[in-house]
T-cell receptor, first 110, second 113 residues
Framework: GQSLEQPSEVTAVEGAIVQINCTYQ??????LSWYQQHDGGAPTFLSY????GLEETGRFSSFLSRSDSYGYLLLQELQMKDSASYFC???????????FGSGTRLSIRP | DTAVSQTPKYLVTQMGNDKSIKCEQN?????MYWYKQDSKKFLKIMFS???????INETVPNRFSPKSPDKAHLNLHINSLELGDSAVYFC????????????FGPGTRLTVL
């Protein structure tokens, strides 16, 4: 079967660092993506990991360990505008589709 | 110069009605999708088309019928609307295969009364 698990909610303080974890189980794994969605908005692509290791894009980094079926999104120097839902998504090569997790709602406190 | 556009943005209708949602992308992508996002924000793929050909059809009731007149357009027609169809429907596109980065439209919020 296919499943992804990520925390439903995370709260952090402005200026801090937060990590959102994602574990997955798929029949065929190709890569792990992260998408951001603000309330009332559309999901937008943040990052992609096809190989093990860390990918950095500005304040955001994403990590993948294929052997552990695990990844995370790291957000640094949090800003109020980072308050949004974050979805991990697995590219399932056997099914030729992207499967989204249930999302983590990140709330930022001043 | 919107990349992926959908119309309408909001749709309020009565149970039993038939409605359509239109989607267009100007990114030159080969693959287009329809996703449904329910009230708990769970985002689930419904259909995928590659160059006008249906390639993914999840277990969606046959009241839902996608149509792709060309690779830049993917419309969704829903017959006999039910209360449980209320959700936000997102159109998306990707460069070539279903495994590429998804570019989402702004969404259509469907409310069935």
């Amino acid at each position: 079967g296919q499943s992804l698990e990520q925390p439903s909610e995370v709260t952090a303080v402005e200026g801090a660092i937060v990590q959102i974890n994602c574990t997955y189980q798929t029949s065929g794994f190709y890569g792990l993506s992260w998408y951001q969605q603000h309330d009332g908005g559309a999901p937008t692509f943040l990052s992609y990991n096809g190989l093990d290791g860390l990918e950095e894009t500005g304040r955001f980094s994403s990590f993948l360990s294929r052997s552990d079926s695990y990844g995370y999104l790291l957000l640094q120097e949090l800003q109020m505008k980072d308050s949004a839902s974050y979805f991990c998504a697995v590219t399932d090569s056997s099914a030729s589709k992207i499967i989204f997790g249930s999302g983590t709602r990140l709330s930022i406190r001043p | 110069d919107t990349a992926v556009s959908q119309t309408p943005k909001y749709l309020v209708t009565q149970m039993g009605n038939d409605k359509s949602i239109k989607c267009e992308q100007n990114l030159g992508h080969d693959t287009m999708y329809w996703y449904k996002q329910d009230s708990k924000k769970f985002l689930k793929i419904m259909f995928s088309y590659n160059n006008k050909e249906l390639i993914i059809n999840e277990t969606v009731p046959n009241r839902f019928s996608p149509k792709s007149p060309d690779k830049a357009h993917l419309n969704l027609h829903i017959n006999s609307l039910e209360l449980g169809d209320s959700a936000v429907y997102f159109c998306a596109s990707s460069r070539s295969t279903s495994t590429d980065t998804q570019y989402f439209g702004p969404g259509t919020r469907l409310t069935v009364l």
